[in-house]
């Protein structure tokens, strides 16, 4: 809830009440100013975590960029971030997993236009995937599996540097982050379903809490790494051979 105008003086803003706040403090944080109220002071140290905060929500911006280049080659449909060779040719899903896909760009479109309104970016706009990524369904299931388990990841990282700020941007890029990373669980599962995975909900837990995993029923996958850095989780995606420009 919003603080109203009567009590703000007494409470900590929150900069999930209205987007620009988050703008203006990534900004500020980028100048290298601190002048926010906190929660609790330390504000030369919490300014440096800041920082952290930011770089993850710009590495998002790429991120969900692939992810809409990825969802979109998969359909055989052209977006802005997509290399025009790497659409599928063939129809590479049923008619039923094509609305699947189809919903998940629409909802990776919006986890994207969602952060560039906040004023978070990426230095590449396209983004080039493995030759024969998209020609065949099991080559584009398996990327598309390690996509989703290095967004879970990255998302996992985001939280837990954006909660040790203690601040009004930790809390609001932590309830952002987990929103956004309960949806690309659903993905991660999706894809395992399609590709015929057994079990395709195999994890007790998506990151580090509780592992390894136990081997009991839902409990047999590997989970995703939980990245450190922003830096981390970018080199993760490039490792798969994803290309930038």
């Known amino acids: 809830m919003c603080d109203s105008q009567a009590d703000r003086s007494n409470a900590p803003h929150r900069i999930g009440c209205h987007p620009s706040g988050f703008v203006n403090r990534a900004l500020m944080v980028g100048a290298g100013a601190v002048g926010f109220e906190l929660f609790g002071g330390a504000a030369a140290a919490s300014a440096a975590m800041d920082a952290d905060v930011v770089a993850f929500g710009n590495a998002a911006v790429g991120a969900e960029r692939i992810a809409v280049a990825f969802y979109s080659n998969a359909l055989g449909v052209a977006s802005a971030y997509s290399v025009a060779g790497d659409l599928a040719k063939g129809m590479l899903l ?7 896909f189809n919903a ?35 080559a584009m299931l398996a990327m598309g599996e390690q996509l989703e388990n290095i967004f879970i990841g990255a998302y996992l990282g985001a939280i837990k540097v954006a909660t040790s700020t203690a601040d009004s941007l930790g809390i609001f890029v932590a309830e952002a982050a987990a929103q956004t990373m309960g949806v690309e669980c659903e993905y991660r599962v999706l894809i395992r379903d399609i590709a015929g995975e057994d079990l395709p909900n195999n994890r007790f837990y998506e990151g580090d809490v509780g592992s390894p995993p136990s081997g009991a029923l839902g409990d047999t996958g590997v989970r995703s790494i939980v990245y450190a850095s922003a830096s981390d989780a970018v080199n993760a995606l490039l490792a798969l051979g994803i290309t930038a420009s």
Do not use: C, I, K, V
């Open 94 to 100: 049923n008619s039923a997993h094509r609305e699947y």
């Open 104 to 138: 998940a760009r629409n909802q990776e479109s919006s986890h994207l236009a969602t952060l560039e309104s906040l004023g978070l970016t990426f230095p590449s706009r396209t983004f080039g995937f493995p030759t024969g990524t998209f020609g065949s369904a099991s």
